[in-house]
């Protein structure tokens, strides 16, 4: 499975931003699919994941309220609104897909695409 992710930007706090992630390959393997950020100097954290049906989804409390997660099976699309936009949201950002595992680190992740840079200016 490859993925790559778009949308990032540089945002006013308590703006808007929309991630994309296009996943190709062997999408039928992956059930789940997630994002994931890195800020600077620091360890890379779970943001939402989504299941296949989207049925179900899960959030980091740091996020919830503010970020909602979807996706769109025909068009292999996973996206990330991301709203109310804090500084310390700052991060590299991540799509991932794997299995509906809810377990840290990974939360079942086991394919990882490269980072969208996500700036908030205060």
């Known amino acids: 499975v490859q993925l790559q992710a778009s949308g990032g930007g540089l945002v006013q706090a308590g703006g808007s931003l929309r991630l994309s992630c296009a996943a190709s390959?062997?999408?039928?393997?992956?059930?789940?699919m997630g994002w994931f950020r890195q800020a600077p100097g620091e360890e890379r954290e779970f943001v939402a994941v989504?299941?296949?049906?989207?049925?179900?989804?899960y959030y980091a409390d740091s996020v919830k309220g503010r970020f909602t997660i979807s996706r769109d099976n025909a068009k292999n699309m996973v996206y990330l609104q991301m709203n109310s936009l804090k500084p310390e949201d700052t991060a590299v950002y991540y799509c991932?897909?794997?299995?509906?595992?809810?377990?840290?680190?990974?939360?079942?992740?086991?394919?990882w695409g490269k980072g969208t840079q996500v700036t908030v200016s205060s």
């Open positions: 390959g062997r999408t039928s393997s992956s059930n789940a």
């Open positions: 991932a897909a794997g299995g509906w595992y809810l377990i840290p680190p990974n939360y079942g992740m086991n394919y």
């Open positions: 989504i299941s296949w049906g989207s049925t179900s989804t």
